[in-house]
Each structure stands twice: as C-alpha cells, then as structure tokens.
C-alpha cells in the first residue's frame, strides 16, 4: 500500500490538471512573454540607428604616378547614408552610446564633383577645358568613432576620363583605399588625415593601387600599374533617429 501511495502522489504532482489549475492557461504565458519581448527590441532599433551625412569643403589633392600633385577643390559633393552603434563590448550595458558607429553612405545620393577645369588646378594652372575626369563611386562604407574622431571609409569608385567633349574615352581607372583620418602608406606615396573635430570637420586620405587598363594610351600616360593619393577635406554630420 505504501508504495501505491506513492505513485498516486507522484500521479497528482505531475498531473497537468493540478498544474494548470495555480497558473495561467498557455495562452495566457505565450502572451505575456510576447509583450515582454517585443517591447526591449523595438526600443534598441530606434536608439541604435543614426542618419549621416558627408559634404566636401575647401581644397585637397590628388596625385597619381610619378606626376606632381592635383589641386583639387570638391565644393559642393555631398551624400547621405545610415549607421548602427557597433557593439564592441559584446553586448554589455555599461558602453558609452557615443563611441564607435558603423557606417554605409547610399552611392545613389553621394556625388563627388568631377575633376575639371573649375575644381582642379595642376602646377598652379586649372585643368585644360577639353578634360574632364568623372568620379562614379561604388562602395562608401566604414567606421566612424564620435569619442576620437577617427573615421576609416572603404571607398572604391571608377575614374573616367574623357578628352575633347568624349571624343576620347578612356576605360574607367577602379580604385580602391580607405579613406582615414589616420596614416595611409604605400609603396611610394603617403599622406596623414586630421580626426573629425567638434563641428565634423575632418582631413581624410587614402592611398590606392591602380591597375592597367585596356588602353595603351593611359596605361603609357600614367605609367600603370602605379599608386594614387587622395586628399581630401570633410565634414561628417551625425544625428539620431
């Protein structure tokens, strides 16, 4: 008998009756945790995104080759994108919201105005009217840290140069760098950038392999393959959702 007692108790204390009389029903459980979870993820989404955007001021250069730099004064390029907190610390609470923002500039709005005779100047001269250089980019995406002020930006984008009104036209140049507020070094070229100051204003360099073309022309020209320098002056806005 004692042993019929004990199974009539282990009976009664795992029976679902007995459980679910004290509780609420399931469907009540499932809808409490619904709301308890949805509530912390919708409020992470809109703290954690950010709009930026990039605007192109004073003068800079760029040089390619073995030839002098390019004066080149970009007035008027600007674009816009989106940027997340990265979570550096994996996750915990205690990180600054202010610190590091991964970043991604939509290519459709970022215009990067073309190197022509009214943006760019070589050995103290502006460029001749007949050429022009247009700047496509593609990839503009990176890190941008508001406590320090160093920003890295993968860019790639293609040069295409024209001469004569597109009576010549030469297979796009791709290039590829980080543009930094920090040191870029090549083989031969080199350049140091100025970390994003209070207003967002910053100096962002980058330097960069081009490779040949399908073209004897610039590949003679430039003496490709060969490097690049861009120089460039900035300022990066950052505001929350």
């Keep these: 008998m004692a042993s019929t007692r004990i199974n ?3 009976t ?5 009756r007995r459980y679910s009389s004290n509780h609420k029903s399931p469907n009540q459980i499932k809808l409490v945790s619904n ?4 509530k912390p993820n919708t409020t992470q989404l809109s703290s954690n995104l950010y709009t930026v955007s990039f605007k192109t001021i004073g003068t800079g250069k760029l040089s390619i080759s073995r030839y002098p730099d390019f004066e080149y004064s970009p007035q008027g390029g600007s674009g816009s994108g989106t940027a997340r907190c990265v979570d550096v610390d994996g996750g915990e609470k205690n990180r600054t919201p202010n610190s590091e923002l991964s970043v991604s500039f939509d290519v459709d709005t970022l215009y990067i105005p073309s190197l022509t005779n009214q943006t760019t ?8 009217p007949f050429l022009k250089i247009d700047i496509a980019p593609e990839i503009f995406q ?3 840290d508001q406590d320090s002020g160093k920003v890295e930006l993968e860019f790639t984008a293609k040069f295409c140069f024209t001469a004569g009104g597109g009576i010549y036209r030469a ?10 507020t920090e040191e870029s ?19 962002l360099v980058g330097v960069a392999r081009v490779e040949t073309v399908d073209d004897l022309f610039m590949n003679t020209f430039l003496s490709l393959p060969s490097e690049c320098l861009a120089d460039l002056q900035a300022v990066i806005s950052v505001a929350g959702s």
Excluded: A
Excluded at 35 to 38: D, E, G, N, Y
């Design 8 to 10: 009539s108790l282990t």
């Design 12 to 16: 009664i204390y795992t029976s679902p």
């Design 35 to 38: 709301s308890l979870s949805s």
């Design 121 to 128: 100047k070589f050995l103290g001269l502006p460029l001749p």
């Design 142 to 144: 990176g890190t941008i």
């Design 171 to 180: 297979p796009p140049l791709v290039v590829k760098t980080v543009l930094t």
């Design 185 to 203: 070094i090549g083989e031969k070229k080199r350049g140091r950038g100025e970390r994003m100051d209070g207003e967002g204003k910053c100096r």
